[in-house]
């Protein structure tokens, strides 16, 4: 998700940074500035629904464009991928407690996590607007286009794997059975919400203890998921790593705010 599948000659760029539509020329030389500092049109709400038909051919396509130095991060998250799946039955048995009080605050934790980073975005665009914040109106739009693409992923996926819950025929966690439909379990939509408007509230505000405070509240949301017995690890593992590169991708993709247009 680090580069575009095509760069933008000298004049469409000048265009975008108008906030213009893209020029019909092209260009064959492969253009390797980063992705951050290409130039990108505003981030208005106008603008939003094309940025994110974009954002989606892109995360498709996206894995033609792993490099080696990605290897760095996605050969361990293979590895505790793997390992979650092997230890996925034996936690939601033998380690997570099933009593019905705890699963259920639990629950009521990771649901006002993720509403949480459902309204944040919406309350920040509005404030922003509302005191000529740029930096607040725009992490707003950003993060709200975040989640939205990220629970499309994750129910295009959860109509694709057809997971049992942890709580259905004793924690087998058995993939493709018809019965588990829209409300499979593989991949965790919580975590994907949380983590992709975490990603983008994170980039903007650069402050650790900001970027601390958001990830924390993330990382509640994908363990409270497990601990409400209503994910496996594995479920959360992928579904938060998934919501962090969308999020990290839109951030990088369409950011404005520090920078001079």
């Known amino acids: 998700m680090d580069e575009l599948p095509d760069a933008p000659s000298a004049a469409r760029a000048a265009e975008h940074q108008q906030g213009g539509a893209p020029s019909s020329v092209s260009t064959s030389a492969k253009d390797d500035t980063p992705l951050q500092d290409q130039p990108h049109s505003p981030v208005t709400l106008r603008n939003t629904p094309r940025h994110m038909l974009a954002d989606a051919a892109h995360i498709v396509v996206s894995p033609i464009y792993i490099r080696t130095r990605d290897l760095?991060?996605?050969?361990?998250?293979?590895?505790?991928?793997a390992a979650a799946f092997a230890t996925d039955t034996h936690t939601m048995r033998d380690v997570v407690s099933h009593d019905t009080s705890f699963n259920q605050t639990a629950i009521n934790v990771s649901d006002a996590g993720r509403d949480g980073f459902i309204a944040a975005p919406a309350a920040m665009f509005l404030w922003g607007t509302a005191v000529h914040n740029e930096k607040a109106r725009e992490t707003g739009i950003l993060a709200s286009q975040a989640w939205i693409e990220a629970y499309?992923?994750?129910e295009i996926v959860k109509l694709s794997s057809f997971r049992e819950r942890?709580?259905?025929?004793?924690?087998?966690g058995n993939f493709y059975i018809g019965s588990s439909g829209a409300d499979s379990s593989f991949i965790s939509g919580h975590s994907m919400v949380a983590w992709s408007s975490a990603a983008v509230i994170a980039g903007e505000y650069h402050n650790p203890w900001a970027q601390l405070g958001v990830y924390t509240a993330a990382s509640a949301v994908s363990m409270t998921r497990v601990l409400g017995?209503?994910?496996f690890p594995s479920d959360v593992l992928i579904g938060s790593a998934a919501g962090w590169l969308i999020g990290h991708y839109v951030y990088r993709a369409?950011?404005?705010a520090d920078k001079v247009r």
């Open 152 to 154: 499309v992923a994750d």
């Open 166 to 172: 942890p709580l259905t025929d004793n924690a087998r």
């Open 72 to 81: 760095a991060y996605l050969l361990p998250l293979a590895g505790a991928t």
């Open 229 to 231: 017995q209503q994910h």
């Open 254 to 256: 369409h950011h404005h």
